[in-house]
């Protein structure tokens, strides 16, 4: 005769279960998955930094042995004017490229958020650009603003304006490479905001407008206060990524004319690769980490305190 035993109740731990199954299983899975992350990580990111704070110690061309020359990189750079001036530089980027930035693409997400016709091809429109590489988008502007065949100034002429040479004048080099930048992120960064904004719910809006609340108070009021969380990660990588810039400035003017468009990081790179100064250079990149480590706490610090999470 064959006696069948009942069945464990749900939650109950039975002595036959496999080795290696439940919360350890999921472990090992998610330490599994995580694993190539987690590699990268530690050789392409940790690994690096460690070996340009050792390096920012050393006098090293490359050629002989490096030696130990403790803080004299950093004091050696800011000895003369070029680090501070490139500082400048890229700051007056920063200040040219963020605001304008947002503000298109926070204004684009309300644009695109509303039921207009073709709205799906409108936003894929506006993200078309970011797909493309920066070196290509400079090759691309540096045709627009050529001052004998470029795009810009042909136009201009047609309307009797004499466009001037814009990537050549000390005055409108920098905003050039800055609307450059603009045209290719603001619809990357549209992205973000149109998600927090269709993340906010209507009936904030429905009572709003019983109330007798206007278009203004309900975006001042509303709108804004509930994208703060969305404005703080626009912001944070805006700012990140414009202290970083390199490539854009690379191809358009080279640090010039003169040096007003003399980033940092062109700076950094001139250092080591043109001049083979890797102490200097690295003692540079320690110095523009702690620049973009203090913006980024103090907006963190900023957004803190005002920024609404909760949105039931």
């Known amino acids: 005769m064959t006696t069948i035993a009942p069945p464990a109740a749900a939650g109950t731990a039975t002595s036959d ?15 599994l998955f995580l694993a190539p992350s987690l590699i990268g990580v530690i050789f392409f990111l940790l690994i690096p930094v460690v070996l340009v704070i050792i390096l920012s110690f050393v006098k090293w061309d490359l050629l002989r042995p490096a030696k130990f020359v403790g803080f004299s990189n950093y004091l050696n750079i800011f000895k003369y004017d070029h680090m501070a001036h490139s500082l400048l530089v890229t700051l007056y980027y920063v200040v040219l490229n963020i605001p304008i930035q947002t503000a298109i693409a926070l204004g684009l997400a309300i644009l695109l958020n509303r039921h207009l016709p073709a709205t799906g091809l409108l936003r894929v429109i506006c993200v078309l650009p970011f797909l493309a590489t920066p070196v290509a988008m400079a090759v691309v502007w540096n045709w627009f603003f050529d001052p004998n065949t470029g795009a810009i100034n042909t136009l201009l002429s047609l309307v009797g304006i004499h466009g001037p040479a814009w ?39 429905e ?42 400035v690379f191809v358009l003017t080279q640090g010039g004319p003169g040096y007003a468009t003399q980033v940092v990081n062109l700076q950094i790179y001139q250092s080591a690769f043109v001049a083979f100064n890797i102490g200097d250079a690295s003692a540079m990149s320690v110095i523009l980490f702690l620049i973009i ?9 900023y957004f803190r305190r005002r920024t609404v999470y909760e949105m039931t």
């Open 207 to 248: 009572a709003a407008r019983v109330d007798g609340a206007s278009k203004i108070q309900q975006f001042t009021r509303i709108t804004l206060p509930l994208l703060r969380p969305t404005m703080l990660f626009v912001l944070v990588t805006g700012v990140i990524g414009s202290f970083q810039v390199f490539d854009m």
């Open 293 to 301: 480590l203090a913006f980024t706490v103090a907006q963190f610090a």
């Open 17 to 31: 279960r496999p080795a290696g199954s439940g919360p350890q299983r999921k472990t090992g899975l998610a330490m």
């Open 167 to 205: 990537l050549a004048s000390t005055a409108t080099a920098m905003p050039v490479i800055a609307f450059a930048n603009i045209w290719q992120y603001a619809g990357y960064n549209m992205l973000f905001f149109l998600a927090g904004l269709q993340a906010i719910p209507n009936h904030l809006y």
